[in-house]
């Protein structure tokens, strides 16, 4: 299973080996800075947007890849359980949904440590 970690302000995704060769990913490290939010989706399979390209799918029980639509998706989930929603801003990647052990408490790290926007006039 994937972990996902904060340290020195940078999320760190580490997959394991099975997973970067099924869905033809690598590690992957982004500045907090880019975060734009975190939440926790009920069954992640449910929150997959867009067509896989390049991945891995098992309907019913694996999807790991990327993702393409509207922006890009780092997926690795799995159907009927919780996954954690990272949106992200000038990344390889516009969105990560990753299915990661205790993702309520990784969210509020990530919600606690997103950088305050300025406000829009317009």
Do not use: C, N
Not at 37 to 56: E, M, Q
Not at 70 to 82: C, E, H, I, N, Y
């Amino acid at each position: 299973m994937a972990t996902l970690t904060i340290h020195d302000d940078v999320l760190s995704l580490r997959l394991t080996r099975a997973e970067k060769v099924l869905g033809l990913l690598r590690d992957l490290d982004v500045p907090l800075s880019s975060v734009v939010s975190a939440d926790v989706v009920a069954d992640g399979r449910d929150a997959i947007r867009g067509v896989r390209a390049p991945g891995y799918a098992v309907p019913g029980h694996r999807f790991i890849g990327t993702w393409r639509g509207a922006g890009r998706r780092l997926v690795d989930v799995r159907p009927g359980r919780p996954a954690l929603r990272v949106r992200l801003d000038g990344q390889r990647y516009d969105e990560l949904l990753v299915q990661v052990d205790d993702a309520a408490s990784l969210a509020g790290s990530l919600t606690r440590s997103l950088t305050p926007q300025p406000a829009r006039r317009g």
